[in-house]
């Protein structure tokens, strides 16, 4: 999503060549112990940036807790939201200021940067996305070069080593805790992936 966004802005013509991992996206709350707990009508938070936003609002939609307009999509915004169809009223918000909001809502969407650093742990999320859904190849973080650079050695290499070396998967397991999804998603595959999203990033433009 960010690599699309980027290039449609930009003008830049980047291209992916090999993914690395994926990190799910949760719901935490620090009222509720489960999704099925939070009261009709209450207000969840979820980041206000396009990417985490429709994301959030897709996650929340797995849930059960909103119904989105022709079931969704990476450009979902409140706006898609059936209101009436809903169980919660959604608000959005900077996203750091996402965990700072859980004293007030019922939960939060709240991006994998921020859990630790709000006291929290990764394992207490009620909710999260399916990293091996075949919709979160759009969310995957990826290695990227310049058009007509794919082929660089110097590149390759650098993928093989975090695609097959234990030791650095190890300390990206450690440093995301344990969360990270590792992918070996192709570049034909990702480029596909790419191409999808930023036809599709125009054609919301």
Known sequence: MYLARY??????????????AIYPLGLYSTQYGSVEEIPEGSTVAVPNDESNLARGLLVLQSAGLVVLDDGGSAFSTIDDIDEDASKVTVTTLEASLTPTSLPDV??????NDF???????????IAQDDPTD?????????FAARAGEEGNETYQKLISIYQEN????????ET????????QVTPDELQTTLDTVEEDTRAQG
């Open 7 to 20: 290039n449609v802005s930009s003008g830049e013509e980047l291209a992916p060549i090999g993914s690395t």
């Open 106 to 111: 019922a939960a939060a969407i709240i991006n």
């Open 115 to 125: 859990v630790q650093d709000a006291g929290l742990n990764f394992e207490d999320a």
């Open 134 to 142: 075949p919709a979160a190849v759009a969310y995957v973080n990826v």
């Open 166 to 173: 234990q030791e650095v998967q190890d300390a990206v397991q």
């Open 176 to 183: 995301s805790g344990g969360t990270a999804e590792f992918l």
